[in-house]
């Protein structure tokens, strides 16, 4: 029956001069989706709509549910096309829709036409009423309200008819590539990937830096993390993956740093590393999967001295999260499952039995001045091992 | 340089038996149950191999049933035996360092009203014949125990156990898991009063997905597959009959010069040993004589976690397994390890290492020499 949806959008509606671009991103980010959808589509961008045209057969189910994942849609509207053969024949062809969409005929409703085609015969107040008439006198248990109406059925009369009436709702939020990029510090855990598809509903293109630590973590760790950026690419588009080999750093501090400190001390390079990445590749910040007092590393103490060794903004957007809320959106967005498989990640391998969780910022640069030898190379070579991945959901 | 020390988890499939499946793929492709030609050809593989089998075990060929590989083996014999049998009794024996495919089954048929007794070990991990004996009742209907215990490498006192079994009760049925044990050992399930033999082809340097099982003939036993009767109704569904040929021709080849072998994998296995005991805070689990496999050695290395060891091994291009896989959120301790009391301390730092008669010496002294660098290295950096 659908052969179109029609994609309507929230924020971007109010973006005045610049609102182009939110549209044109828009429209990339549909086709992205859409490439992993059986059959043939045409995103089409005219007076102010957005659509997405199938040219072939396609599965509905699985159209709607890619398009769930596009940042900037607000709602889904699958569209019914008709031929302009008369007004009789809209009339029996909305009457047959209606049947077809609503089996159970206790509602009201209310219908608005939009005549853009404007040498149609009839004007839009005429056709809200007879195509009103029709309906009322096909099943007579509708009934029409004009301000709260159940359904609202739509006409949009062009060189062809448009008729909706069902709107699915779409995620929300900016199209992605319309606020710059930002760098991703992606451990195996759940709450970066998270935190990596929050900040992309607000249009934020991501990078992602991953450190490993062989012998102490193992390939499968590494793939599970690969595992992770590949499903949050499907909201975010693809992402650059850059993995770093941490373990010279990490046993470089176990050997200088008194042990309850060495969790703190290991973060602030990996935070120094990630942003010299972010630098080099032109991204606006780092955003973390941190949320306050959840372990002794993201006490606002601990927070502080983290941040203290960043020079760019470090966005955190599961600041004010629980843990519970962490988990219901990883759920929703189906990293869960991969990110509670039990493999070791670099944070936990030396971890110490009672890490500080009130860390003085001067003691902890004083304590890291027992690196000064040879941590510059050390950083340098970790940067060297840099390996990067594109993940693509589409791959 | 690579070097796979991992054949009791798998092992290369030999060129020949890879050749040998190539050709019937892709030329004598034939469902061994088509009236026509292709077919026969195709259930002549299948004779072919049953008879290659039966020989090896000096068992009749109508006694061997093809399978997917040990665990449906080991699936078919406590189910099927279980189903025929619950009217004259609803008890099992088996031990506590079987293999999952066991003791998941088990638990499956505890669930079902089965009353299932796990025999503990010694330090070795050797079953105790008293405690058989003690475990039997006239309720028994099976007793279940492995040929060669899969972590450790212990060898179980099957011949004995199965003297002991028939000589209380006749009626009891007695199972042996040969996985680990066939090809490294000569097993006669006839001489040694075994009813039922589990073998699983990939292990002995055959293909993955097939296996057997040896049911003697005087066996009641019930199948757990249904469908178009293949195999006299005892496990329908298609022959898998380059599995079957390959698994074949793999066997043949491992009772090939068997003695000469044997000795070489003792000499290897001892050759590792004492190279591996030159290393401080290090011990061996198990026998490590002729009274153990050739193949397996379980080291546990103080202060060092499994894991880590392996993926550092792994770095080296030494492939290992770890003695009972264990992570910072999910540990999975070992039961066997458990049950022959390895201390606490060792249970996430023990490496099983497994040889097959293709590893070389020099393999084995480039594993010693990598083992010697690499557990002070880790030892310097342990969780505090």
């Not at chain 2, 796990?118 to 405690?131: E, N, T």
């Not at chain 2, 309720?139 to 060898?155: D, F, R």
């Not at chain 2, 009626?171 to 042996?176: M, Q």
């Not at chain 2, 060092?304 to 492939?319: F, N, Q, T």
């Amino acid at each position: 029956m659908y052969k179109s949806f029609l994609i309507k959008y929230a924020e971007i509606g109010v973006k005045g001069k610049n609102r182009y671009i939110f549209e044109d991103r828009l429209c990339d980010q549909i086709r992205y989706a859409l490439e992993r959808c059986e059959g043939e589509f045409e995103v089409t961008k005219t007076q102010g709509r957005i659509y997405v045209n199938a040219l072939s057969e396609f599965d509905f189910d699985e159209v709607v549910e890619n398009l769930k994942t596009v940042f900037g849609i607000w709602g889904i509207c699958p569209v019914v096309k008709l031929e302009d053969e008369g007004f009789e024949t809209l009339a029996r062809e909305v009457v047959s829709y209606m049947d077809k969409v609503y089996p159970d005929k206790n509602f009201s409703f209310k219908v608005e036409t939009r005549r853009a085609r404007k040498n149609y015969p009839k004007e839009s107040m005429e056709v809200n009423a007879d195509i009103g008439a029709a309906l009322l006198q096909a099943f007579p248990e509708l009934s029409v309200d004009v301000h709260k109406p159940d359904v609202m059925l739509h006409i949009e009369i062009r060189e062809k008819i448009f008729v909706y009436s069902t709107v699915i709702p779409g995620p929300g939020g900016l199209p992605i590539g319309t606020n710059g990029k930002g760098t991703l510090l992606l451990s195996g855990g759940i709450d970066s990937p998270v935190a990596g598809y929050m900040i992309s509903k607000r249009g934020v293109k991501i990078d992602a830096v991953y450190f490993h630590a062989p012998p102490y973590t193992s390939e499968r760790a590494k793939q599970k993390v690969v595992d992770l950026a590949k499903i949050v690419s499907k909201y975010s588009g693809p992402i650059n993956l850059h993995i770093i080999n941490f373990t010279d750093i990490q046993l470089y501090i176990y050997e200088k740093c008194p042990h309850d400190e060495l969790t703190i001390i290991m973060r602030r390079y990996m935070m120094r590393i990630a942003q010299h990445i972010a630098q080099q590749t032109g991204s606006l910040g780092l955003i973390t999967g941190e949320s306050i007092g959840q372990v002794a590393s993201q006490t606002m103490q601990s927070l502080m001295a983290t941040n203290d060794v960043c020079t760019i903004p470090v966005y955190r957007p599961l600041i004010g999260f629980d843990k519970e809320d962490i988990v219901d959106v990883s759920k929703k967005i189906d990293t869960y499952e991969t990110s509670i498989l039990p493999y070791e990640d670099c944070c936990t391998i030396f971890v110490a039995k009672h890490p500080v969780t009130k860390p003085n910022l001067n003691v902890i640069r004083i304590h890291e001045k027992n690196l000064e030898e040879k941590i510059d190379e050390l950083v340098q070579a970790a940067l060297d091992t840099d390996e990067i991945i594109e993940v693509k959901w589409n791959d | 340089m690579e070097v796979y020390l991992d054949n009791s988890a798998t092992t290369r499939c030999l060129p020949d038996v890879a050749k040998l499946m190539t050709q019937i793929m892709c030329e004598d492709y034939g469902n061994p149950s088509s009236m026509h030609n292709k077919g026969v050809e195709a259930e002549k593989y299948l004779r072919k191999a049953k008879e290659t089998i039966a020989k090896l075990l000096k068992v009749q060929e109508k006694e061997i049933l093809f399978t997917s590989g040990g665990t449906e083996s080991d699936n078919i014999a406590l189910i099927g035996v279980a189903m025929a049998h619950c009217r004259e009794g609803r008890h099992i024996i088996t031990t506590q360092i079987e293999h999952p495919a066991i003791l998941q089954t088990c638990a499956f048929l505890e669930e079902q009203g089965f009353q299932i007794t796990y025999l503990p070990v010694d330090k070795d991990g050797v079953v105790s014949l008293a405690a058989l004996e003690k475990a039997m009742t006239r309720q028994t209907i099976l007793v279940s125990i492995m040929h060669t215990n899969n972590e450790i490498g212990a060898l179980q006192p099957i011949a004995q156990a199965g003297e002991l079994i028939k000589r209380m009760n006749p009626n009891t049925l007695f199972h042996v898991d040969a996985v680990q044990g066939f090809g490294k050992s000569k097993i006669y399930p006839k001489k040694m009063n075994i009813d039922l033999l589990s073998v699983s082809a990939h292990k002995i340097h055959g293909p993955k997905g097939v296996g057997f099982l040896y049911i003697n003939e005087k066996v009641k036993i019930k199948p757990i597959i249904f469908g178009g009767g293949q195999q006299k109704g005892m496990r329908s569904g298609t022959e898998n009959v380059p599995g079957i040929a390959g698994m074949a021709l793999a066997a043949e080849e491992a009772y090939c010069n068997f003695d000469a072998k044997m000795d070489y994998l003792y000499s290897i296995k001892q050759r590792f040993i004492d190279g591996v005991c030159k290393i401080e805070g290090i011990k061996i689990n198990g026998k490590t004589g002729r009274d153990s496999a050739p193949h397996v050695v379980s080291v546990s290395v103080q202060g060092v976690r499994s894991e880590v060891m392996l993926h550092a091994l792994e770095d080296k291009g030494i492939y290992v397994s770890a003695g009972s896989a264990c992570a910072s959120n999910k540990p999975s301790i070992s039961a066997t390890l458990k049950a022959i009391g390895v201390e606490k301390q060792f249970l996430d730092s023990t490496l099983r290492f497994s040889f097959s008669a293709y590893t070389t010496e020099e393999e084995i002294d480039y594993t010693l020499q990598q083992l010697q660098t690499i557990i002070p290295m880790l030892r310097r950096y342990v969780r505090k």
